[in-house]
C-alpha cells in the first residue's frame, strides 16, 4: 500500500469525523489534472472536481474564494466574483497562496477541510452526474462521492452558471 501523506491523512481523518463512509483510493498514475484523474479512474472527465482557488482584491485586501468546478468546465470568472459575495478584482493565486490558505499543493487541493470562512462555490453542472470524485489531498489519492454529499461535506452554495464549456 503506498504511504499516506499527511494531507492526505487530514482529509481521511476528516471523511470519518463527519461519520461518512467513503474511503479514499490510491492511483497508481498522477491525478495532477482533471483528465489524467479521469483517465486514473476510467470515468467521465466531467465528474472530477477541480478544487480551484480564487482571490478577490478589495482595496488591497485579498479574499480566498473556492470554487467547485466539473473538470470538463473551465469558471465563469464574472459569475465566480459576483456569488463570492466581495467587490474587487479577481484572479487565479500562486501556489505559495494555495498553499497558505488551503494547506495542500496545486495539483491536490481537496474540497474537504477548507476553512468556513472561505466561500465555497459549488458548479450546478456537477449534479449530471451519480458519482463525482475529488482529491484526497495529494495527486495519487482520490475520494468517491455524491453530489448532495459534496455539498454537505463542504458547506458550500450551488451556483448556476459557475461554468462555462
Known sequence: ?????????????????????????????????????????NTSVGSIIKSMLFKVNDMGVDHP???????????????ILLSSGYKGKLSRPNAEYVKKITGFSIGGVSPLT????????????LK????????????????????????RLTNGRVIKNLTMD
Open 1 to 41: 500500500m503506498a504511504t499516506k501523506t499527511s494531507t492526505v491523512i487530514k482529509v481521511e481523518k476528516f471523511l470519518l469525523e463527519n461519520k461518512t463512509k467513503i474511503k479514499i483510493v490510491h492511483l497508481d498514475e498522477s491525478a495532477r489534472s482533471a483528465q489524467e484523474a479521469a483517465n486514473s479512474l
Open 65 to 79: 474564494v473556492m470554487a467547485l468546478i466539473s473538470g470538463d468546465k473551465k469558471g465563469n470568472e464574472k459569475q
Open 128 to 151: 449530471r452526474f451519480d458519482l463525482l470524485w475529488g482529491s484526497a489531498g495529494h495527486t495519487h489519492w482520490v475520494f468517491p462521492v455524491s453530489f448532495s454529499d459534496l455539498i
Open 114 to 125: 477548507i476553512s468556513k470562512n472561505i466561500p465555497m462555490l459549488i458548479d450546478d453542472s
